[in-house]
Nanobody
């Protein structure tokens, strides 16, 4: 199971950190963050392997968002800086089985419940 938290209301230019706590084994899994804005399709934000290594990001968030993981806590974080109103969305964490991350929803087996992020202008 995945439990996402940390969403909220923030002004443009501000920061938020989302957390995704995973229960069960995280061995050979990768994690991803996706978001869905009102009236839009869910889109990829970033992904990282539990084994570490570099994360990859959507172009729209590259340089502003950072994914990190704490293996001891089975938790993945999404640090979001320089937030823009267009970052407003419900953010979902997801887990897939394998060694490498993915930007495709279909590659993920488990999904968290989503946490709302609202960025005001």
């Amino acid at each position: 199971q995945l439990q996402a938290s940390g969403g909220g209301l923030v002004q443009a230019g501000g920061s938020l950190r989302l957390s995704c706590a995973a229960s069960g084994s995280t061995f050979s899994r990768y994690m991803g963050w996706f978001r869905q804005a009102p009236g839009k399709e869910r889109e990829f934000v970033g992904t990282v392997s539990w084994r570490g290594g570099s994360a990859s990001y959507a172009d729209s968030v590259k340089g502003r968002f950072t994914i990190s993981n704490d293996n001891a806590k089975n938790t993945v974080y999404l640090q979001m800086n320089s937030l823009k109103p267009e970052d407003t969305a419900v953010y979902y964490c997801a887990a897939g089985i394998g060694l490498n991350g993915s930007d495709q929803e279909i590659d993920y087996d488990y999904w968290g419940q989503g946490t709302q992020v609202t960025v005001s202008s």
